[in-house]
C-alpha cells in the first residue's frame, strides 16, 4: 500500500507563487494517475489537476493558466506549480492517486492566500 507525502504549503501574499511537491513511498510499480485536489470548510473535495504516466494533464478551469502541474519521469513524484494565486485559491490541497486497483490520499496540506 503506497503512502503519498505532501509538502509545499504555506501563506501567500495575492499574486504570489507556491510549489508543492507530493511523493510516494512506492516505487516498485507506477501510479498511473497522480493529482492534486483540494478542500475548504463546508465544501466538497474538488480537483485541482492531475496527470497521467504519459504526460497528459487536466486542470480545473478555475486554475487554468495559472497552475501546472508536473511529475517526475519514471517516478510516482509530482509537482504543483501555483502562480498568480488568489485568496479564493485558499485550501487544504491533497495528492491523489489512482491505480486500477486503489486509490490513495495524502494528509493534506494547507495553502492560504492572503489579499
Known amino acids: 500500500q503506497a503512502q503519498l507525502v505532501e509538502s509545499g504549503g504555506g501563506l501567500v501574499q495575492a499574486g504570489g507563487s507556491l510549489r508543492l511537491s507530493c511523493a510516494a513511498s512506492e516505487s516498485r510499480f507506477s501510479i498511473p494517475l497522480l493529482g492534486w485536489y483540494r478542500q475548504t470548510p463546508g465544501k466538497q473535495r474538488e480537483l485541482v489537476a492531475d496527470?497521467?504516466?504519459?504526460?497528459?494533464?487536466n486542470y480545473a478551469d478555475s486554475v487554468k493558466g495559472r497552475f501546472t502541474i508536473s511529475r517526475v519521469i519514471f517516478t510516482n513524484t509530482v509537482h504543483l506549480q501555483m502562480n498568480s494565486l488568489k485568496p479564493e485559491d485558499t485550501a487544504v490541497y491533497y495528492c491523489h492517486g489512482r491505480t486500477a486497483l486503489d486509490t490513495y490520499w495524502g494528509q493534506g496540506t494547507q495553502v492560504t492566500v492572503s489579499s
Open positions: 496527470i497521467t504516466s504519459d504526460g497528459t494533464t
